[in-house]
Nanobody
């Protein structure tokens, strides 16, 4: 059973920064890619960032230049560094793991609120 545990969500002022962490049970090298998604109230879940085992990265248009995804294979952890946060970044952020075959695995989510 694969478990993903996110942490780091918080209340932060506009312009502030946060770093989210996602710890995975077992090696993350067994997955094609790891990703961060988010879902705001009344909206669909959207891709924030994705990183492959080869360290190729992809970002949603709304976060390009502000967010950075990274991974530490030795710690089985994926990070999302979020800078220049805006109120519209407020959402529950989910970590995901994409296996070679089958559906992705999801964490339980961590709340990020950007407000003054």
């Amino acid at each position: 059973q694969v478990q993903l545990v996110e942490s780091g969500g918080d209340l932060v002022q506009p312009g502030g920064s946060l770093r989210l962490s996602c710890v995975v049970s077992g090696s993350i090298l067994r997955f094609n890619a790891m990703g961060w998604y988010r879902q705001a109230p009344g909206k669909e879940r959207e891709l924030v960032a994705r990183i492959t085992t080869g360290d190729s990265t992809y970002y949603g248009d709304s976060v390009k230049g502000r967010f950075a995804i990274s991974r530490d294979n030795a710690k089985n952890t994926v990070y999302l560094q979020m800078n220049s946060l805006k109120p519209e970044d407020t959402a529950v952020y989910y970590c995901s793991a994409f296996p070679h075959v089958g559906e992705p695995y999801w964490g339980q989510g961590t709340q990020v609120t950007v407000s003054s």
